[in-house]
């Protein structure tokens, strides 16, 4: 049996498969040359109407996307992929995917990214749990650095789940499209997008923090990959990749003036 693509391996599949259509698109014969830029137009915009379509965060403000029939298909397909690690109650995981999607929502992250989060730092969703360093709460935000940065925006109580979740997008959010402005326009790959906006979030900036802290990306990416089944599927692509790369465009063009 051929072995399953890695969540990377199928993000990168994924970009590419489009880049290929458009590239054999654009070698056809010249009885069709002319064809060629509408073909090429044609895929770009199927891909992105069904991203759209699947994650209305990426174009629309928060409050608009979360008044979206797809916030309330997000929010309950993370609550079961909660549930379905048998770690935790569906009244408390139907809490957890409220907060969660709807600051994911309104910071233009793909919910699944949280998750897969959140379920790397604190794997038994312990509210007043605490690293060794200090870390507290669902998404082990560190209060020395971040409350007195968010508190009177937030509150203080990092053990409260929605205070914590509030606390913990944001600062995955920043992070993210921190590492988006950084990158080169021409080659801003979302996946490394992501990647880097995951070490950040790590502290991994110097990779001395914590062993092998460069692997933090992978083992979210492996928990989106093995527990986001009701949000994903197997087109983590669509779930993760497709998306970022349409919110990306959308803030470029929004930087751009266009």
Known sequence: MAKK??????????????????VAASQVKPVFVAQAP????LVAASWR?????????ALADGDSAVATVQFER???????????????????????????????YKKHLPPALVFGVLLTENSTF????????GAVGLMQVYPKVWVPTLGKIFGKNLRDDETNLRYGVHILSHYVYTAAKKADDATQN?????RTGLLRYNGC????????????????????????????GTDVNGCIAQPMRLRLDETQKDQAGL
């Open 205 to 232: 900036v110097h990779g001395t923090n914590t062993p092998n802290c460069k692997t933090y990306p992978d083992k979210v990416l492996a928990a989106v990959e093995q527990y986001a089944v009701a949000q994903c």
């Open 5 to 22: 693509p890695s969540l990377i391996g199928q993000l990168t599949l994924g970009i590419a498969s489009v880049a290929a259509i458009v």
């Open 49 to 57: 109407d069904s991203a759209a379509a699947r994650a209305p965060w």
């Open 74 to 104: 997000d929010r309950k397909a993370f609550a079961n992929d909660l549930v379905a690690t048998g770690r935790i109650d569906s009244t408390r995981a139907n809490d957890i995917a409220t907060y969660a999607v709807r600051e994911a």
């Open 190 to 194: 979302p996946t490394d997008v992501v």
């Open 38 to 41: 509408v073909v090429q137009r």
């Open 126 to 133: 312990k509210s007043k749990a605490k690293s060794n360093v």
